[in-house]
């Protein structure tokens, strides 16, 4: 409805489509490293919980990823997260 809040705006998605750009060219070519991008990413302890951050990087997966699959499961993959990133809109 009029003058509701806007979650995301044009600024934010190019800054996050940037940014997503911009670290998958830094790991390129680095075994176990993933660039997400506005995906939903459980982190393992149920008090956590699962979030979305705009843009996240991970080392050390254990293992292929799936992009299908619909929540990226942190300690499955073995992942450690080297940088975590959410624009302001």
Not at 13 to 33: M, N
């Amino acid at each position: 409805e009029e003058e509701d809040f806007i979650v995301q705006n044009d600024a934010h998605d190019r800054d996050v489509h940037y940014l997503k750009a911009a670290f998958e060219d830094r790991v390129a070519g680095r075994a176990g490293v993933r660039v997400l991008c506005d995906h939903r990413v459980l982190w393992g302890p149920p008090a956590l919980g699962a979030h979305g951050p705009d843009v996240v990087v991970f080392e050390n997966l254990v293992g292929p990823w799936d992009s299908n699959r619909g929540t990226f499961p942190v300690q499955e993959m073995g992942a450690r997260p080297l940088v975590i990133v959410e624009v302001t809109s």
